[in-house]
């Protein structure tokens, strides 16, 4: 019977399963034996097999699943260097997959792909929107640049603390009022209108700068224009030197923006 038993268990496999294969085989040759030990004459049926090896397999994976218990208390509370560790993850790792089946075996290939893929998307996200960052910021500071010059500004420095932060880039439209796909600098003007209200005005920095300069309390900020007070006018300081005590009277968001600017450079 013994010959039998072995015939018939080689039809009934499990994927991963020797070792669970070869207990039963061992587990039903040792009952066929005491079977014959006593007198009697026993056979086993392909579902008797499939039954012991399928009680072996679920006892095999207890172990196993000890074993993995006891893997992961050691790793969490052993000092061990970071090789140990990393051999010592790879070998839970190994037990993990022990239990899973070829369904569970491609879905799990397939969501460690998709992280892949998705982290791979957001390292390239985060490098595209940081070179359009790098790009945004060097197109305004040439436009202040390039406008303050025009104007005789005394230090650029001070016009791009100033300008800076109230600029961006805006799409630029065309005739029919459509979007045409090019950027252009826009700034976000502070001002005041015909009844000495506040208001913005969406300027574009040559004309932002251009105001900057017609305006008493930006007039030391340029090279030959008055320096305007409240009713009252003087000369630029010596120097070309921003009065700080005026612009801050004068114009105090001004002022924060530029002492900020000068703090920042030390």
């Known amino acids: 019977m013994l010959t039998l038993l072995r015939s018939v268990s080689k039809f009934t496999t499990f994927e991963g399963d020797d070792d669970a294969a070869?207990?039963?085989?061992?587990?039903a040759a040792a009952a066929a034996a005491?079977?014959?030990?006593?007198?009697?004459?026993?056979?086993?049926t392909q579902e008797q097999v499939n039954t012991m090896m399928a009680e072996e397999r679920r006892k095999m994976q207890e172990k196993q699943r000890k074993?993995?218990?006891?893997?992961?208390?050691?790793?969490?509370?052993?000092?061990?260097?970071?090789?140990?560790k990393s051999e010592l993850e790879k070998k839970i790792e190994e037990l993990n997959n022990q239990y899973l089946t070829a369904?569970?075996?491609?879905?799990?290939?397939?969501e460690e792909a998709e992280k892949k893929r998705a982290d791979q998307i957001q390292?390239?996200?985060?490098?595209?929107?940081?070179w359009a960052q790098k790009h945004s910021t060097l197109v305004v500071q040439t436009a202040i640049v390039n406008a303050a010059a025009a104007e005789k500004a005394v230090q650029h420095e001070q016009i791009l603390a100033l300008v800076g932060?109230?600029?961006?880039?805006?799409?630029?439209?065309?005739?029919?009022?459509?979007?045409?796909?090019?950027?252009?600098p826009k700034v976000s003007f502070p001002d005041k209108n015909k009844k000495n209200e506040d208001i913005v005005l969406e300027l574009s920095v040559p004309e932002a700068v251009k105001r900057m300069k017609e305006l008493p309390q930006y007039g030391n900020l340029f090279e030959g224009t008055k320096i305007g007070g409240l009713g009252g006018s003087g000369s630029q300081s010596k120097g070309g030197k921003v009065d700080l005590a005026k612009?801050?009277?004068?114009?105090?968001?001004?002022?924060r923006e530029l002492r900020k600017k000068r703090i920042a450079e030390g």
């Open 103 to 110: 369904e569970e075996k491609a879905r799990r290939a397939e």
């Open 34 to 44: 005491k079977k014959a030990a006593e007198g009697g004459d026993e056979t086993f």
């Open 22 to 27: 070869k207990a039963a085989e061992e587990a």
């Open 67 to 84: 074993t993995l218990g006891d893997l992961d208390n050691l790793k969490n509370k052993a000092s061990m260097t970071a090789k140990e």
């Open 247 to 255: 612009m801050a009277k004068e114009d105090p968001a001004a002022y």
């Open 123 to 130: 390292t390239l996200t985060i490098e595209r929107d940081g």
């Open 165 to 184: 932060p109230k600029t961006r880039l805006v799409e630029r439209l065309d005739d029919e009022g459509k979007p045409t796909g090019e950027y252009e």
